[in-house]
């Protein structure tokens, strides 16, 4: 039976203010709670877009490394004096596929290419080669003079990465180009300076990092400074290349990159109230550190708005006071009683203790009850999303929350934030693989070694890294270019199957040697058929088979077999790999031709 029924018409006055009390209390401890998810919902938009902000950013520093890496193996080398061409084709080529890249260019200590690069070594003896963009798209080298001096003075100061904030350059062709250079420095083997590798990228090139989407939000806004308080990329684009003291003083933002200190900030733009949220990210092993700003309008940050004024609080509570006072004798039974076990409830939710069991001995079928059973299912809701939280915190981004309902706008947006969390975790661990795989196989590269030895050394990391169970590496007989002989293998000891030597066209090798494109195969049935390939006679899972191209010529074939399910990332990683093996086996090739013309000359007399 109802209360309404049971005590009627004064009863009914005295629920009805009692139900607004309880309202305002639950209304008073929600905005609490909902300014402090308000503030943590921020926070991790904003963490989530400064981590893709870097790894962004931190693409053309990779880039730069891998030429590093290159440059320094080739610098130890003894003919590095026919080894201009080959530079100048990397470089030509990197500028001419990336086109947000403004310039790419490398400054030697010395001049290791003698007379043919005189034009390019300023009054220093430094060699300068500056590759940039014609009007056409080609790719085209300049003569800089001293313009690369203060950036080789900062990398020779430091001897690490660095990235310079976003400044104005010009060119032959032109002029006030706004860029932010990524520098790695170029060390011989004792680990001494010798020169730098640097890029030069446009910060008009970056303006697509200021229309995404997290967590679907369209309406936020984002700004990125660098460590010279210098904005790199916001929502305005006339405050980009700006100092912040330039637009507005902002003690918290200048603080915040000065100090390295994330903060919540409020402030009001276009007459519209935001929270934001800045977070200082670092980018490669420089010890540059910008600042990433992210504002999100307060009405979509705040789930709930006070829908009551403090009037009418106010006027309620003195008149529900007084009520009391009147029915206090009448009402103790089937309301006082109920509220105060209710109200101990709400202090154990509002203290956080959202696990507790509370033992509440009111069972009535009445509107107390099903507020008591509301609040329940809000604690239960809290609760999950504690756990979520807790969860995400320790980078466990696979646990889905479970939703009150349709419209549980807090579950939903932070279902997706674990999802693009989760998404981009991946993203990242894939990238990490890639990289540190691509820098282990350069290692195993470098230095001087026959080509029977660098095989070896490649296929016996590639079978390793990639988890597979065989594998070969051919190359291509001299003065017989229609020929292709086993120069090493790996994890085989008994050779009486494995063809040493095919023709191109000849089985799966010769017919990726003639295409001049990868052939993957993948779950073969037993009973489908036998391969003849340089593995031998056999029915394998997987079968890769990939060529060597150096400048669209062929030096080799790579055989890999697996007997387990193919993982995409072997297949990008043999296709960022192959190039770098590319280089090195027609380095090493050139090397070997060096040394028997040499070997051939006939020795010269002496009188």
Do not use: C
């Given at each position: 039976?109802?209360?309404?029924?049971?005590?009627?018409?004064?009863?009914?006055?005295?629920?009805?203010?009692?139900?607004?009390?309880?309202?305002?209390?639950?209304?008073?401890?929600?905005?609490?709670?909902?300014?402090?998810?308000?503030?943590?919902?921020?926070?991790?938009?904003?963490?989530?877009?400064?981590?893709?902000?870097?790894?962004?950013?931190?693409?053309?520093?990779?880039?730069?490394?891998?030429?590093?890496?290159?440059l320094e193996s080739t610098l130890r080398t003894s003919n590095i004096t026919n080894y201009r061409p080959i530079l100048d084709t990397h470089l030509k080529g990197y500028i001419e596929k990336n086109q947000t890249v403004f310039a790419i260019y490398v400054a030697l200590t010395n001049n290791p290419f003698k007379e043919s690069s005189a034009e390019f070594v300023d009054n220093n003896g430094y060699f300068k080669a500056y590759w940039t963009r014609n009007a056409t798209g080609a790719g085209v080298m300049e003569t800089v003079g001293n313009k690369l001096q203060e950036s080789y003075q900062l990398i020779q100061s430091s001897e690490q990465e660095q990235i310079l904030s976003p400044h104005l350059i010009s060119t032959q062709t032109k002029q006030d180009i706004r860029v932010i250079s990524f520098l790695v420095p170029l060390l011989n083997p004792q680990k001494k300076l010798i020169g730098l590798v640097g890029v030069d990228v446009q910060t008009d090139s970056l303006s697509y990092l200021n229309n995404i989407r997290v967590a679907n939000l369209s309406d936020a806004l984002f700004e990125v400074y660098a460590d010279d308080s210098t904005v790199v990329i916001s929502y305005d684009k006339s405050h980009v290349g700006q100092s912040v003291?330039?637009?507005?003083?902002?003690?918290?933002?200048?603080?915040?990159?000065?100090?390295?200190?994330?903060?919540?900030?409020?402030?009001?733009?276009?007459?519209?109230?935001?929270?934001?949220?800045?977070?200082?990210?670092?980018?490669?092993?420089?010890?540059?550190?910008?600042?990433v700003i992210v504002d999100i309008p307060r009405r979509l940050a705040i789930a709930t708005e006070q829908g009551l004024t403090q009037w009418s609080f106010v006027f309620g509570g003195v008149l529900l006071l007084g009520l009391a006072l009147l029915l206090i004798l009448l009402l103790s039974y089937y309301i006082t009683k109920p509220l105060q076990h209710l109200c101990r409830y709400l202090q154990h939710l509002a203290s956080g203790q959202l696990n507790q069991k509370q033992d509440y001995p009111y069972h009535g079928h009445d509107e107390i009850g099903d507020l008591l059973d509301t609040v329940r299912r809000l604690q239960i809701g809290l609760y999950r999303v504690i756990q979520q939280t807790n969860a995400i915190s320790v980078g466990d981004y696979h646990c889905q929350i479970e939703l009150l309902s349709n419209n549980d706008q807090l579950g939903l947006a932070l279902s997706n934030m674990t999802t693009m969390l989760r998404q981009a975790n991946e993203k990242n661990l894939l990238q990490d693989w890639l990289k540190t795989g691509q820098a282990q196989l350069n290692e195993q590269m470098s230095g001087e070694q026959d080509k029977y030895l660098l095989a070896k050394k490649?296929?016996?990391?590639?079978?390793?890294y990639l988890d597979m169970q065989v594998g070969t590496f051919y190359g291509l007989i001299p003065r017989e270019v229609t020929t292709l002989k086993l120069l090493a293998s790996s994890a085989y000891h008994q050779r009486k199957t494995i063809a040493n030597e095919f023709l191109l066209g000849e089985g799966i090798i010769g017919q990726a040697a003639l295409e001049g494109r990868p052939i993957i195969i993948t779950d073969i049935p037993e009973d489908y058929m036998l391969?003849?390939?340089?593995?031998?006679?056999?029915?394998?899972?997987?079968?890769?088979?990939?060529?060597?191209?150096?400048?669209?010529?062929?030096?080799?074939?790579?055989?890999?077999?697996?007997?387990?399910?193919?993982?995409?990332?072997c297949i990008e990683f043999l296709n960022q790999s192959l190039p770098n093996i590319a280089v090195a086996l027609n380095t090493t090739e050139n090397n070997q031709r060096m040394q028997n013309f040499f070997m051939e000359l006939p020795p010269t007399s002496t009188t």
């Open positions: 039976m109802k209360i309404a029924t049971k005590l009627a018409l004064p009863i009914l006055s005295f629920v009805a203010l009692g139900v607004f009390s309880l309202l305002f209390l639950i209304a008073q401890e929600n905005n609490s709670l909902t300014n402090q998810r308000a503030q943590r919902y921020t926070e991790a938009i904003t963490h989530q877009y400064a981590s893709f902000v870097k790894a962004e950013l931190e693409m053309p520093f990779s880039e730069v490394r891998t030429l590093a890496t290159l003291n330039a637009i507005s003083y902002d003690e918290q933002i200048l603080t915040g990159i000065t100090k390295a200190k994330p903060f919540f900030h409020q402030r009001q733009i276009n007459q519209i109230d935001y929270i934001g949220y800045g977070v200082p990210i670092r980018l490669g092993v420089s010890k540059n550190t910008w600042l490649v296929i016996t990391f590639l079978t390793r391969i003849r390939s340089g593995l031998g006679n056999t029915t394998p899972r997987v079968l890769l088979v990939f060529p060597i191209l150096y400048e669209n010529h062929l030096k080799g074939v790579i055989e890999l077999g697996s007997f387990h399910t193919l993982e995409p990332r």
